[in-house]
């Protein structure tokens, strides 16, 4: 095999350690930051609107919500939005272990092997001009071998790897900035239909009493309308009050089930269950 060969081996043998290190690199980077969750994708919608239809007003206020750190790590670790941002992250976390390893393409590996006999052919001449061939060859194999390195400094890369780094520091800085930006709104937004939950339940079950209590005197005056106890005016004010409860009823239901499944959805987390 021929130097140039040689040469030609070890230098594209020191270009693929190059690119396995920075394959390395990025992945050793990766799996410390953790394996990058999947999206929530448990609640079924048709499902839990079902379940919704068939709750009581007991299964309602039965209902107990997870406590708030809770729903916050749900939605930092499953969120589509949260996970996009950590894409960038990552994305970015990479490009500085580039610029840091940018140095490495400067050096260049060098090496040389020979290993068998040796010989040697020379050409005399003699008095009478007739060439005479003279080959001695060794006895015993050699080993011949020649190894360095050269480094290769570009002036240009020397000066501006620092700046570059910096560059990616910031980007990776401002992903970062965003991802948290947004895991704060989503906290807010959390936080809002938290409460609105707590206070629907409330209101629910203020309403179903006031139901009741409607029902009960409809039923009563509904009664003595039949024994001419009542007039048709006592049992229209009774029915009426009657429609308005199940109306008022029926919107703060309504109100409670979407303020539960937008929880659900942002946060990430099962709530509905019966």
Request: proline residues 3%; contains cysteine.
């Amino acid at each position: 095999m021929s130097l140039n060969k040689i040469a030609l081996c070890i230098l594209t043998a020191s270009l693929c350690c190059f690119s396995h290190a920075q394959d390395h690199g990025q992945d050793q980077d990766r799996d410390n930051a953790g394996p990058v969750p999947q999206a929530y994708t448990s609640i079924r919608m048709d499902s839990t609107l079902m379940v919704l239809n068939s709750m009581t007003v007991e299964d309602y206020l039965a209902i107990e919500l997870p406590p708030l750190e809770e729903l916050f790590e749900n939605a930092r670790n499953m969120s589509n939005v949260i996970n996009y941002y950590r894409e960038d992250v990552q994305f970015y976390k990479g490009e500085v272990l580039t610029q840091k390893m940018r140095p490495l393409e400067w050096i260049r590996g060098l090496g040389s092997l020979t290993y068998g006999n040796t010989s040697m052919v020379g050409l005399l001449q003699n008095e009478i001009s007739y060439p005479v061939w003279n080959q001695s060859t060794s006895k015993q194999q050699s080993l011949y071998y020649n190894v360095g390195f050269t480094v290769n400094i570009p002036i240009s890369d020397f000066i501006t790897i620092p700046s570059k780094i910096k560059q990616a520091k910031a980007k990776q800085r401002v992903a970062e900035y965003r991802m948290e930006t947004e895991m704060d709104n989503i906290k807010q937004d959390i936080i809002d239909y938290y409460c609105e939950v707590i206070g629907w339940m409330k209101e629910l079950q203020t309403a179903s009493e006031k139901l009741v209590i409607a029902r009960t005197q409809y039923e009563f005056a509904e009664a003595n309308f039949v024994i001419n106890k009542a007039t048709s005016e006592e049992l229209y004010r009774c029915k009426s009050y009657e429609s308005s409860a199940i109306h008022d009823f029926e919107n703060v239901k309504k109100e409670l089930n979407k303020a539960l499944l937008k929880l659900e959805i942002i946060s990430c987390t099962k709530i509905i269950t019966k």
